[in-house]
């Protein structure tokens, strides 16, 4: 028996014993919890407290239970398809992976295996889960968690897209620190069918991917990258048709930018988060592309919300199920106010107003040292 293994093993019973914990506001008790689309999740990094998943209110955006993952940071969370488990990867020991089965009604850890890498994607309707490698995939079997097939060459993959209407998976995908562009991997014959290069060679060569988001019904990806050419470089949004196997469209934004479709594939919202830890320049805005009429324009401009603070940064952006909210982490010195610092926002998208704040937890100095590194929904078997 591996010393790997055995460690696995070890952690894999500590964590049967995590719990939904008490916040303040009363949980879902066992067996009643159940991450169910009246849900926001966030993924929350380590700094000074343990990171985790935070379960919150669709409504209000409080707390209803918690799962702490250690210092390892849970950037993706996937669930089964009957929506009464969830799986989740996060860092065990330094460069080490493990897959999480967590029973959604008891926030229980059930099963876990190491795997390569910090990232995951799946849905409700394929039977599997796609496991990244440092410089490939593999491919994982939802109901005995055993691997069917992989490739550990198949390039460096990241921001991977896996739409509902298709059995397929796009990613962004580099090779020999390359970006080549968006690739399309087919679930019936495990294979990469076509790549999609956003521009020619020679620009892509200085191309950073920052997101990628294919819109619900299949028709549309929509890539966020990086130019590190020039001084201070440049962030694209580029609209790639896949009927087509083109880009129709590129546009400016922050740099660094993520993206969220609306469940009607109709609009993709663009934050700024100013660079992230590069601390580019700053817009202070949330953009919006409209598909149809292939325009792109202000959703909202955070300093105009009457929060406090000078600092705006919109990080990462989630949109309901039925594309009436949506949820915005933001960072810098937003605070309400009454001083108390905002990392999560919920904003009609009707009325551009906030409608509910969520802020991160003070450890045990008063300081908050956390930040929010993903947003999910919580499962709906007929999410779009």
């Known amino acids: 028996m591996s010393i790997r293994y055995i460690e696995i093993l070890l952690l894999t ?3 049967l014993f995590a719990k939904c914990k008490d916040q303040g506001v009363d ?12 849900l926001v999740v966030v993924s929350l990094d380590g700094g000074s407290n343990n990171a985790g998943l935070v379960f919150l209110d669709y409504q209000s955006l409080a707390i209803l239970g918690s799962l702490e993952t250690g210092q390892g940071v849970p950037f993706t969370l996937e669930y089964g398809s009957d929506c009464t488990k969830m799986y989740s990867v996060w860092e065990t020991s330094s460069n080490n992976f493990a897959l999480f089965e967590i029973e959604a009604a008891s926030l229980s850890v ?21 496991a990244f ?19 550990p060459q ?5 921001h991977a897209a896996l739409p509902l209407s298709q059995s397929s998976c796009y990613f962004n995908r580099s090779v020999d620190a390359s970006y080549v562009g968006v690739s399309r991997f087919d ?15 020679n620009r892509m060569k200085s191309m950073q991917p920052a997101a990628l988001a294919v819109s619900p019904d299949g028709k549309y990806a929509f890539v966020s990258a990086f130019n590190w050419t020039g001084g201070s470089g440049y962030n694209s949004l580029f609209v790639v048709d896949l009927d087509a196997d083109s880009v129709i469209g590129e546009y400016s934004t ?46 909202i401009d955070l300093r105009d919300l009457g929060f406090q603070g000078s600092v705006f940064v919109s990080n990462y952006a989630q949109v309901s199920y039925d594309g009436n909210e949506l949820f915005l982490s933001v960072d810098g010195d937003i605070r309400r106010m009454d001083g108390e610092p905002i990392h999560l926002l919920k904003i009609s998208i009707t009325t551009r107003n906030v409608t509910a704040t969520y802020s991160l937890p003070r450890d045990n100095q008063g300081s908050v040292t956390q930040q929010i590194r993903a947003i999910s929904l919580g499962c709906s078997k007929n999410q779009i």
Not at 27 to 38: A, C, E, L, V, W
Not at 113 to 125: D, M, R, W
Not at 154 to 158: C, D, H, K, N, V
């Open 110 to 130: 059930l099963r876990s295996l190491p795997v390569h890498h910090a990232f995951i994607v799946g849905n409700t309707k394929i039977p599997y889960l796609l």
């Open 13 to 15: 019973i500590g964590f």
């Open 154 to 158: 198949l390039g460096t993959l990241s």
């Open 254 to 299: 922050g740099a660094f930018a993520q993206l969220a479709v609306s469940p009607d594939s109709r609009y993709v919202y663009v934050t700024d988060p100013a660079g992230f830890f590069y601390q580019m320049n700053r817009t202070n805005q949330v953009l919006r592309y409209d598909v149809e009429t292939k325009q792109i324009d202000v959703f």
């Open 187 to 201: 679930l019936s014959s495990f294979s990469i069918t076509r790549t999609i290069p956003l521009s020619d060679t």
């Open 133 to 151: 490698y440092p410089s490939g995939l593999e491919i994982l079997d939802k109901s005995s968690l055993t691997s069917v097939w992989g490739d």
């Open 27 to 38: 949980p879902y008790g066992p067996g009643s919890f159940i991450p169910d689309s009246q």
